[in-house]
C-alpha cells in the first residue's frame, strides 16, 4: 500500500510529541520532512529517522509527493502556513488556534474551501479516553437531557510572560479547549457568553494585559448551561474535570492520578498528585488524534474537528474576553457578524 507522506512544521513542545506519534504509531504513513526555524530542532529530526529537516515551510511544502502537513508552529504562524499548504493542495492538521483575529480566520477557511483540502484542528481533548466516553454517554441518553456542564481546567503553574504577551490573552490560549470541549459535549451552539476575570496569581500577568483566573457561563441555544472555571495555577498540579448533569442523572470524568495508590494512615488518606501537565495528561489524545485525522484522509470523510470549530471557539473567546471588559453577557451574535 502506498504511504501518506506527511511533513511536520515546529518541534516545540507539541510538534516533538506529534513527530513521535506520527514516525512511531502508524505504519500507512510515513513523516518525510520536519522544519523548524531553530538549527537545533534537527536534533529531534534526527530522533525520530526523519531524514530531511529544513528551515524554510515553503521549501518543505516542495517535498516531492508529499499529501499532508501538520502545523505546529507558534500561533501567529498558522494563518499563513494553512494559507499556503491548501493552495499547494495538501491535507492540513493545524495546531489551534487558528489566529486569534476572527476576520482573518474567516479568510482562511474560505482559501481551504476553494482548494478543496481538508482541514482538521488540533482540538485533542476530544479525543481523551475519558472525555470521549462522557461523549458517548451523552449520546447514550445515559444522563438524559443536559442542563448544566462543569470544566474545571486549571494549569499547574502559569508560562512565561513573554509567552502571555504573544499568546492572545488566557481565553484564546487556554481556555479555548474548555470552549471547543462544551460545545462537543453540548452538541449545539453557544448564544451568550458571561465571563468574570481577574489577576490573583501574578500581578506581571495583569501588567501584560492579560488575566489568570476566570469564571465563564455559557448558554446554548436551547439554554443548556456551561460553567467553566479556569486559572493559570493550581498548587496541586494540573486540574481538568468534566461533569455533565441531566434529567436522567450526572457522569463525572475526575483527574487521571499516575497511579491509583492510596495511603492510610491515623492521620489521613493520601496519594499522588494528578498528571503533571497536558503532554502527560492528555498523551492518548495527541495519537488519537492523528488516529482520526488519518482516517478521515483515507476514507474521505468529514474532519472530526474542522475549521467553523475552530472558529466558533475564537468566537466564544472574543465573546468572553468583551464581557470581562464590559461586564455584561454578550451574544455571540455580537461577535460573529
Ligand atoms: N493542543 C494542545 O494541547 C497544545 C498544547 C500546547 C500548545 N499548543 C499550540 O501549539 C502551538 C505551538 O505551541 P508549543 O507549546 O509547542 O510552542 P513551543 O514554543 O514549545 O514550540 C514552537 C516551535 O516552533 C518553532 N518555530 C518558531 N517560529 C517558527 C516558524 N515561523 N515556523 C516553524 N517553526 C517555528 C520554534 O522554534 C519551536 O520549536 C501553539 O499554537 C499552541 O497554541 C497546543
Redesign the pocket.
Given at each position: 500500500m502506498k504511504k501518506i507522506k506527511v511533513a511536520v512544521?515546529?518541534?516545540?513542545?507539541?510538534?516533538k510529541i506529534l513527530l513521535k506519534n506520527l514516525s512511531r504509531n502508524f505504519p500507512e504513513i510515513k513523516v518525510v520532512a520536519a522544519?523548524?526555524?531553530?538549527d537545533e530542532?534537527k536534533e529531534i529530526s534526527d530522533e525520530f529517522g526523519v531524514s530531511v529537516f529544513m528551515k524554510d515551510?515553503d521549501e518543505l511544502l516542495a517535498v516531492p509527493e508529499l499529501d499532508a502537513v501538520v502545523i505546529?508552529?507558534?500561533?501567529d504562524?498558522?494563518a499563513d502556513y494553512v494559507v499556503k499548504a491548501a493552495k499547494a493542495g495538501k491535507q492540513i492538521f493545524c495546531?489551534?488556534?487558528l489566529d486569534l483575529s476572527l476576520e482573518r480566520v474567516k479568510e482562511v477557511l474560505q482559501i481551504v474551501e476553494e482548494s478543496g483540502v481538508k482541514l482538521m484542528l488540533?482540538f485533542?481533548r476530544r479525543f481523551d479516553p475519558e472525555f470521549k466516553k462522557i461523549k458517548q454517554l451523552v449520546l447514550n441518553d445515559a444522563v438524559g437531557d443536559p442542563q448544566i456542564i462543569k470544566i474545571t481546567s486549571r494549569d499547574p503553574g502559569p508560562p512565561p510572560v513573554s509567552y502571555i504577551k504573544v499568546s492572545g490573552g488566557m481565553f484564546l490560549?487556554m481556555t479555548i479547549h474548555d470552549f471547543d470541549m462544551a460545545r462537543y459535549i453540548a452538541g449545539k451552539q453557544v448564544k451568550e457568553v458571561f465571563a468574570k476575570g481577574a489577576v490573583m496569581v501574578d500581578p506581571e500577568i495583569g501588567k501584560a494585559g492579560d488575566i489568570d483566573t476566570a469564571v465563564i457561563t455559557l448558554t446554548f441555544e436551547d439554554d443548556t448551561m456551561a460553567v467553566i472555571d479556569n486559572c493559570r495555577k493550581a498548587v496541586y498540579g494540573y486540574d481538568q474535570r468534566l461533569e455533565v448533569f441531566g434529567s436522567k442523572g450526572m457522569a463525572q470524568a475526575e483527574n487521571n492520578f499516575p497511579n491509583n495508590h492510596k495511603l492510610y494512615t491515623e492521620s489521613g488518606i493520601s496519594g499522588d498528585l494528578p498528571l503533571h501537565f497536558?503532554l502527560e495528561r492528555?498523551d492518548a489524545s495527541y495519537n488519537q488524534e492523528i488516529r482520526e485525522f488519518i482516517d478521515a484522509l483515507v476514507s474521505g470523510s468529514e474532519m472530526p474537528v474542522n475549521g467553523e470549530d475552530g472558529l466558533l471557539s475564537i468566537a466564544i473567546g472574543l465573546a468572553a474576553k468583551k464581557s470581562v471588559e464590559e461586564g455584561r453577557p454578550v451574544q455571540i451574535d455580537e461577535i460573529l457578524i
Open positions: 512544521a515546529g518541534l516545540g513542545r507539541i510538534g522544519m523548524d526555524i531553530f530542532s515551510f505546529c508552529s507558534p500561533t504562524t498558522h495546531e489551534k488556534p488540533g485533542n490560549d497536558f492528555y
